[in-house]
């Protein structure tokens, strides 16, 4: 069974929302005011952006194990990462 990341509330990003996948998101100001997003330390808001990118391409259903890969990033990183996104509540893991 494989690993899929998912953005939580996914939609509000989407630049087309009639196209599954799309060549650009949508990032508001309003983060700024965000307190769970500006409490993550740089990696992991640079990763939520990164996702929020990976998730316009995969339909919002980004394999795990291509993160590391992909991301040209420390695959160990990315896990530790990760977690901290879903701790915060903007990303969630799932099997399928």
Known sequence: MARYV???NWEKHQGDKRRPT???IKV???MLDNRRYMELDDGSGRL???L???ASEKDNA???MELGWRLRRDEAQVENELRTLVEAEFVEVFDA
Do not use: Q, S
């Open 28 to 30: 508001y100001r309003k």
């Open 52 to 54: 929020w990118l990976l």
């Open 48 to 50: 939520l952006v990164l």
């Open 62 to 64: 980004i394999p795990v």
């Open 6 to 8: 998912r953005c939580i």
């Open 22 to 24: 799309n060549p650009w």
